[in-house]
Each structure stands twice: as C-alpha cells, then as structure tokens.
C-alpha cells in the first residue's frame, strides 16, 4: 500500500498508458437532442441527489490531481445547464497550484453570449463548441433546436472574452451534413478556430447507429484537401484524439480529425471519465462503471479513495470493440456519459 502518491508515477493502467486527463460531467440534462445523440427526448434523468455536488467534485478532482491528472474537460448533457458551474471552474481552477494544467469545457454554446467572460473570469482556460451545421435547416434537423444563430453568437463571445484556443466540434453524418465539410474548414480559415471533424460512434441513446452512416476521417480529409490543401501540423499527436493540419498556403485556422471509428488510437488513450452520477468509466465505451460516489459517501478515506482509483485505472480496457462482431453499444448515451 503506498501511503503517499509518488508525482513522478501517474496513474497508469494495466497496459502501461498513463491516464492523464479526466473528463467530468456536470450533468446528464441537455437542452438540444441531437439526433446521434438524444434523439428520443429525455433521458432518463438521474435524481439530484444521486449526482455529485460541486463540493464532491471539487474533492475529488484535488484526489485525481495528485494522482497526477494534468487535464480536466468538463462536459455533460449540456455542462452550462449546471447553475454552479462558474463555482465549479473556480474550485478546479484553483487546483492548477497543485498539478492541474488545463481546464477545458466542452458546450453546445447556447448560454455562451451572456456567460462566455464569466467563465473566463472563473478560471477557464480553453472551450470546445459544438456546431454540426452551418445552415439553418441542418441545424436545427440535426440538433432538434433552431438556434444556430445564437450559437455563433456564442462563438463569437467566447473569442471576446478571451477563451483561445476556440475548438468547434462538428460530428459528419452520411447524408446529413457532409456535404459541408469544406464550409467548416472555411470557416476555421476566416475565424482562425480549430475545427474538428468527428466519425459518428454507436453511442446514440435511440441505438440507432448504422456503420453506412459514418463519414470516415480519410474521406473527411480528401474532401477537406481538395479544396484547401492539408499539411500534417508538426507536433507530436500524443495522447490527443486528433490528427491535426495546417492549411498548406498558411492561412489561420486549424483542421482536426477525430477517427475513432476507422482510425481507433485506443493505444494511447490516457483518459478516464466521471459521470455526474459519480461514476467512473474508463473507456467511452465500457459497458461497466465504479461506483466513486459510493466509496466517497460511504466515508472512506482520502488514502481508501486513492487506492479505489488505482484499482478502477487498473481495469481500463485494452481499446475499444467498436468494428468486432461482439461489440455491445454502451446502455448509456453520451449525454450521460460525458463527451
Ligand atoms: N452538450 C455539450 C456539447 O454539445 O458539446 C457537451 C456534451 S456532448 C455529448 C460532447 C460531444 O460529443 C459533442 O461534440 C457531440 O457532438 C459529441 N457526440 C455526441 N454523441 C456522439 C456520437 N454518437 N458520435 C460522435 N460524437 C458524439
């Protein structure tokens, strides 16, 4: 039993990956339903008392971070659907004294023109706004909601305040918005954003995933370089999900490639996951989840706690089964999950 954390060894999994980054979730509610994701209507909501409260979630991650966590996302649902997410970022920003490096947040952008410098002011370093259309109709067929409009409005208030780099997630779906892929990639040269594309994954609450519907990250690439040539940015990729690209004639604006489908990069995941339920997961698709709000209310101690982590990373799974006859889709969907 080790009795204190040495900093120098990370948390790491039974394969060897040191697990540096973790994903939170704030809460399981969404204000869109998108159809790759809530096409259903509600999700079965957890009950507030079962989710972690902003004082658990600060507990917790000071444990993760002396673990040896560099990197928290917050996400959700819709993260910013969380009243006190401003304390929260203030709570975790604080723990960048201790270890952390990066506070990010991942968000629809719907609350972002009237919030995005108060985020900012909490301590956010960097933010990932997710828009899977540039046009009206699209995206309000895609996302259930006609909001585009304000979502820009809320990119536009997140560059304001300061919250650089901006990301835009855009996930391609077959038949609903790949033909406009080279608008996103032209609106990453004239907003200097990073723009990530993402393969459509079986994590849709209606189970309604079909492989013929993944627009996979090689054609998004050829698409993308026909029109503006591609050059592989030169950085080591890391444990990043993306494989990222330069424009060729240098203009701003970045593309990211996120293949998780066609390319899986399993080898060198180093995340982990907390739902706002508490729950630990340790692969996006994990069909199994421990229980770290149980042990933290159960009153064990900080040291139990630490060795209850230790034990769950061990568990990470080699890489996900996502293109084998045995894969069983995760009975939750992302929104609870936490993207
Ligand atoms: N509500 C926030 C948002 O819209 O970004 C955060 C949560 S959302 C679940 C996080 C990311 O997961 C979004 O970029 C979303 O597009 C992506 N996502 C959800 N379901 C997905 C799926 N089935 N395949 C690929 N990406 C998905």
């Given at each position: 039993m080790r009795q204190l954390h040495d900093m120098t060894s990370p948390l790491k999994d039974s394969y060897g990956r040191a697990i540096r980054d973790l994903r939170v979730s704030l809460t399981d509610r969404c204000n869109f339903r998108c159809f790759y994701c809530l096409p259903h209507g509600e999700p079965p909501i957890a009950p507030k008392e079962e989710m972690l409260s902003y004082e658990e979630i600060e507990y917790v991650c000071g444990i993760f971070v002396s673990l040896g966590i560099e990197k928290i996302r917050l996400t959700g649902g819709?993260?910013?659907?969380?009243?006190?997410i401003e304390t929260i970022i203030e709570k975790l920003a604080a723990l960048k004294t201790k270890g952390l490096q990066d506070l990010a947040l991942t968000t629809n952008g719907y609350f972002l023109p009237d919030r995005a410098q108060q985020l900012k002011d909490a301590g956010l370093d960097r933010i990932t706004i997710s828009v899977d259309s540039l046009k009206r109709d699209t995206f309000k067929q895609m996302t259930g909601v006609d909001v585009l409009e304000r979502v820009l409005a809320g990119i536009a208030a997140a560059k304001k305040a300061g919250l650089d780099p901006i990301k835009i997630n855009a996930v391609i779906v077959r038949g609903h918005n790949e033909a406009e892929v080279v608008d996103f990639a032209a609106f990453a040269r004239e907003h200097d954003v990073q723009m990530r594309f993402i393969e459509f994954m079986p994590l849709d609450s209606g189970h309604d995933w079909s492989r013929n519907d993944v627009v996979s990250g090689r054609e998004i690439r050829e698409r993308i370089s026909e029109q503006f040539p591609l050059v592989p940015a030169r950085v080591a990729r890391g444990s990043e999900t993306s494989s990222r690209y330069h424009f060729a004639d240098g203009a701003p604006g970045e593309i990211g490639i996120i293949a998780p489908v066609t390319e899986a990069f399993c080898g060198a995941c180093s995340r982990i996951r907390l739902t706002a339920d508490g729950q630990i997961r340790t692969c996006l698709f994990s069909t199994v989840e421990h229980s770290l709000r149980d042990v933290v209310r159960n009153g064990a101690s900080r040291q139990e706690i630490i060795e209850f982590i230790e034990a769950v990373v061990l568990k990470k799974e080699p890489r996900h089964y996502i293109n084998e006859p045995q894969f069983v889709a995760p009975s939750r969907s992302m929104s609870f999950i936490g993207g």
């Open positions: 819709e993260p910013m659907m969380r009243r006190d």
